[in-house]
């Protein structure tokens, strides 16, 4: 059983920073690729950012030059650093994990459990 366990959300002031986190527990081999999404209230979940296990990040042209994200790999953990933030930001984030159990096993993909970003004055 894999669990992908999410911190960091939280009320914050526009132009203010948070750091999301989201690390990997269970019966896992190999994690391909781990990335960020949100969701607004009456809107769809899109994507925030995505990393591969190579290090090759892809940003949504919304949060480019604001949001970092990085992965730690001995701990199975991706972060994202958020910077500049405003209140369009605000959305429910979800971290997906694309891995793998065992060699050769097929790929699957699980996602957090959710943490509220909320950017208001």
């Known amino acids: 059983q894999v669990q992908l366990v999410e911190s960091g959300g939280g009320l914050v002031q526009p132009g203010g920073s948070l750091r999301l986190s989201c690390a990997a527990s269970?019966?896992?081999?190999?994690?391909?690729?781990m990335g960020w999404y949100r969701q607004a209230p009456g809107k769809g979940r899109e994507l925030v950012a995505t990393i591969t296990s190579g290090g090759s990040t892809n940003y949504a042209d919304s949060v480019k030059g604001r949001f970092t994200i990085s992965r730690d790999n001995a701990k199975n953990t991706v972060y994202l650093q958020m910077n500049s933030l405003k209140p369009e930001d605000t959305a429910v984030y979800y971290c997906?994990?694309?891995?793998?159990?065992?060699?050769?096993?097929?790929?699957?993909?699980?996602w957090g459990q959710g943490t509220q970003v909320t950017v208001s004055s």
């Open positions: 997906n994990f694309r891995f793998s159990r065992y060699s050769g096993g097929p790929w699957l993909q699980y």
């Open positions: 269970g019966s896992i081999f190999s994690i391909n690729t």
